[in-house]
T-cell receptor, first 115, second 112 residues
Framework: NAGVMQNPRHLVRRRGQEARLRCSPM?????VYWYRQLPEEGLKFMVY????????ESGMPKERFSAEFPKEGPSILRIQQVVRGDSAAYFC?????????????FGSGTQLSVL | EDKVVQSPLSLVVHEGDTVTLNCSYE??????LLWYKQEKKAPTFLFML????IEKKSGRLSSILDKKELFSILNITATQTGDSAIYLC????????????FGTGTRLQVTL
């Protein structure tokens, strides 16, 4: 009965490198959400995906950020050409059904540090 | 713009004390309000409130929603050191799937 699994827990990148964050939802969940938490701030919505579809990306920066949730495998949040301002904790959450299950279950997050 | 404001920002109490955490919100098309507890890892779900005046309880924790005055409170009685955490309030609007708008949280520290 594993929960939402995120890896890596910590990721260090130099400016200009790419960061790939992975999220495996809870078993049976087909809805995935990515949130970002900056120091001393609340979680900010980034993107909501179902299998193979991006449903809502209104919180994603227009450049360098992308997300996918393929038919097989985990959801991936990709940040290209990272900058220091990308340093944050990135949380993934999942739910069984967006319409009937409003409780999101969160993973432990990936702490991204950009040097 | 949707807003969720939590107060106080931080709080230090002694074990055994009772605390009240506040969450006020300004959103259009409100659907539900959720409380999460965040320790060093994943935010864990505490309560979901959709109706005014109905208290939700779980052990020493309880919460209530006032949709007229647009706020919720989270009470913790007989606090323990294990209650030390950041408590997050979030609001969901209708028609937005499960996208949540979070407050910045209240950092609670319970000392011996």
């Amino acid at each position: 009965n594993a929960g939402v699994m995120q890896n890596p827990r910590h990721l260090v990148r130099r400016r200009g490198q790419e960061a790939r964050l992975r999220c495996s939802p809870m078993k049976g969940h087909s809805h995935v959400y990515w949130y970002r938490q900056l120091p001393e701030e609340g979680l900010k919505f980034m993107v909501y995906l179902q299998k193979e579809n991006i449903i809502d990306e209104s919180g994603m920066p227009k450049e360098r950020f992308s997300a996918e949730f393929p038919k097989e495998g985990p959801s991936i949040l990709r940040i290209q050409q990272v900058v220091r301002g990308d340093s944050a904790a990135y949380f993934c959450a999942s739910s069984y059904d967006a319409a009937t299950n409003e409780k999101l279950f969160f993973g432990s997050g990936t702490q991204l540090s950009v040097l | 713009e949707d807003k969720v404001v939590q107060s106080p920002l931080s709080l230090v109490v002694h074990e055994g004390d009772t605390v009240t955490l506040n969450c006020s919100y300004e959103v259009t098309n409100f659907r539900s309000l959720l409380w999460y507890k965040q320790e060093k890892k994943a935010p864990t779900f505490l309560f979901m409130l959709t109706s005014s005046g109905i208290e939700k309880k779980s052990g020493r924790l309880s919460s209530i929603l006032d949709k007229k005055e647009l706020f919720s409170i989270l009470n913790i009685t007989a606090t323990q050191t294990g209650d030390s955490a950041i408590y997050l309030c979030a609001v969901r609007k209708t028609g937005t799937a499960s996208k949540l708008t979070f407050g910045t949280g209240t950092r609670l520290q319970v000392t011996l």
